[in-house]
């Protein structure tokens, strides 16, 4: 077919399990979902330095944008399924998260997530935290306010109405995060003058499934968010970006890009944290060049092997990050 691609065997494995996967009649949880997307998601885990889709040729770019969307649907059905299991319970549904199947994952992403948080908030504890596309089960804001935030408040977002109403549900027996969690439905590109209330902004892996979509919804959040405040998003590495989009640093403009963790266990996303920059940001000579920087794998590479670690800080100056 002409596929440029590094490596083929496992580009082939994926090429195989999308046809399978866009041949579903539905994408509802059952027994055939299941075992396809199971076999993605451990097919794309391994980390692989060879694997980089933006390299990649236009039918597999193809291939992986819709790949992304069957992948959103798919999550979609997943936890409005759970959702439901979970607010069938006749006692507090958040005491039976473990149902679940990727819970776990969950606990781990919003640990790694918290973490970074207050490496970077200098003391301070956010009072206010959105979490845009929250979805009908949303575990990262359930899991930070259980365990990590226990005295902020946590305003969700999601377009989709049934996806609030599930997830409405869900919390509204806990007598705690009943009074510290609320429920927007609107899109996102809607929301304008109340983002400037968050101390930290988080975005889901799918909200903006593919570049020009996330793009809109950065600059958005650019155009709207607090000087100073947090903005914490997902992103994929290597064979991982067959399931979620990319967000790279050059990504981030008018953002002073705090750190990038790509993890290499079962959880999936790289997270990106973030801060909206203080003052006029017209000059965007600053930001031009870290952002080349930023976008430079070469660079990037260097700078990890420096460091001996996964983590890419941001936080020197270009001059020391080029030196
Ligand atoms: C299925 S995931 C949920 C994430 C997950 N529950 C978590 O805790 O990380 C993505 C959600 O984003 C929502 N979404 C997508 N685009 C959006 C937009 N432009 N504005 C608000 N929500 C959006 C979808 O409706 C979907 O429910």
Known sequence: MGYYCQDDKLVNTICDLYEKISKLESLKPCEDVDTLFKQLVSTCIPPNANIDVTKMCESIQEMRSNLIKLCGHAEGHLEHHFSSILTSFEDNPLHHLNVFPYYNNYLKLSKLEFDLLEQNLNGSVPKTVAFIGSGPLPLTSIVLASFHLKDSIFHNFDVDPSANSVAARLVSSDPDLSQRMFFHTVDVMDVTESLKDFDVVFLAALVGMDKQEKIKVI?????????????????AHGPRAFLYPIVEPCDLQGFQVLSVYHPTDEVINSVVISRKLVGDVGNHDHMDQASELACNCSQIHAIMNKKKSIVEEFTGSIEEQLS
Do not use: I, T, Y
Request: proline share 6%.
């Open 219 to 235: 600059e958005h959040l650019e155009k709207h968010m607090s000087p100073g405040a947090l903005l914490m998003l997902r992103s």
